[in-house]
């Protein structure tokens, strides 16, 4: 599995384009702006784009989705629960920093245990609500590695303040996460990777 990070719009978005070495098949994580850079990415690595994935549905997660969406004719999933958030610039919040954005609606729904296939990588749906109520882990078993949208981030977790965010929930989230093997590389929406292990040792949160 090789991962590239592209960071992305007026947040710093972490975007990946992960994809199986051998087929070069791939997914999008969480286009969040920028969709020209992404997309010429795309092609410098040759990657055949299988699925749009949005980890959640606030702005800055889902801003070039409509791009990526044209030029790879491929379907965008989000977990249900934050599918509204796609069409609507009040709910993703992006009419509080203009331009509003919104994205195409859903083509499918991710859930608990879905496995995204690629290649021969695999990817499998954490439902991990908190942040939203939709939000999403995507965890590759086999390679040891979790990309954690706004749940986890290095040292610190997502934000609870917003409207549809809970902090019960992102704390029974958050143990869920620290379930996973400790070795367990994290890559969230924001900042730079972490593990498992580590956020055990320095996250005020955990």
């Given at each position: ?104 609606a859903a083509d499918g729904f991710l ?27 995507l965890y590759a078993e086999k390679e ?63």
């Open positions: 599995m090789h991962i590239i990070i592209m960071e992305v719009g007026m947040l710093g978005t972490n975007s990946y384009l992960v994809y199986c070495d051998k087929t070069r098949e791939g997914v999008i994580i969480d286009p969040g702006g920028d969709g020209e850079k992404i997309i010429e990415v795309i092609k410098e690595n040759h990657v055949d784009v299988k699925y749009i994935l949005n980890t959640h549905g606030h702005h800055d997660h889902i801003g070039a989705n409509k791009e990526l969406k044209d030029f790879t004719k491929k379907d965008l999933l989000i977990h249900e629960n934050d599918s509204s958030m796609l069409v609507s610039p009040e709910k993703n919040f992006s009419f509080l920093r203009g331009p509003e954005n919104c994205s195409p859930k608990e245990g879905d496995i995204i296939s690629f290649g021969e990588c695999n990817l499998k749906v954490i439902e991990l609500p908190g942040h939203t109520p939709g939000g999403v882990g040891g590695i979790l990309f954690s949208g706004d749940t986890l981030f290095y040292g610190s977790i997502g934000r609870t303040d917003l409207p549809g965010s809970d902090y019960q929930e992102m704390t029974k989230s958050l143990k869920r996460l620290m379930e996973l093997p400790d070795e367990t590389i994290v890559y969230p929406g924001h900042g730079p990777k972490t593990s498992v292990a580590l956020e055990k040792d320095i996250n005020p949160f955990i």
